[in-house]
């Protein structure tokens, strides 16, 4: 079964490593802030840029395979009903989207908190300029 939570949060941790240096924010929640507004039209993190983060609407159908309860889930906090007739209301590649979007928050703030773990900002969610240049 295909794990969207898991596969958000790796495609946020490789976008943080080859897209954004932390050195250019002050502290973590502007890091954060900027992470959410640029990542929520990332086509290779959540597919929001396009409508597609597949760019097969196959591909989007196995993800969402054995995944009925995140599409209930993503329809209830989005208010969309999950109407199934030929395939899915909405296509599979926006069910595959919007399951993206709505884990992104939450992957970025464990991306970030593993950050913290590895030393990058201090109590006060300052980022602590020494550990930059490793």
Request: charge should be negative; aromatic fraction near 14%.
């Amino acid at each position: 079964m295909y794990n969207y939570y898991e596969a958000v949060l790796e495609d946020v941790k490789e976008a943080i490593k080859n897209n954004y240096d932390v050195a250019d924010y002050d502290s973590r929640d502007e890091m954060e802030e900027a992470l959410n507004e640029g990542l929520w039209i990332d086509d290779s993190v959540t597919g929001n840029g396009s409508g597609s983060y597949t760019f097969n609407t196959y591909q989007a159908e196995e993800n969402l395979a054995h995944n009925w309860d995140e599409i209930e889930l993503v329809a209830s906090e989005f208010g969309f009903e999950p109407v199934v007739k030929s395939g899915y209301e909405y296509g599979p590649e926006w069910w595959d989207v919007s399951i993206r979007c709505y884990y992104l928050g939450q992957a970025i703030s464990e991306a970030l908190d593993d950050m913290e773990t590895e030393g990058l900002f201090d109590e006060s969610n300052e980022i602590i300029p020494d550990t930059l240049t490793a």
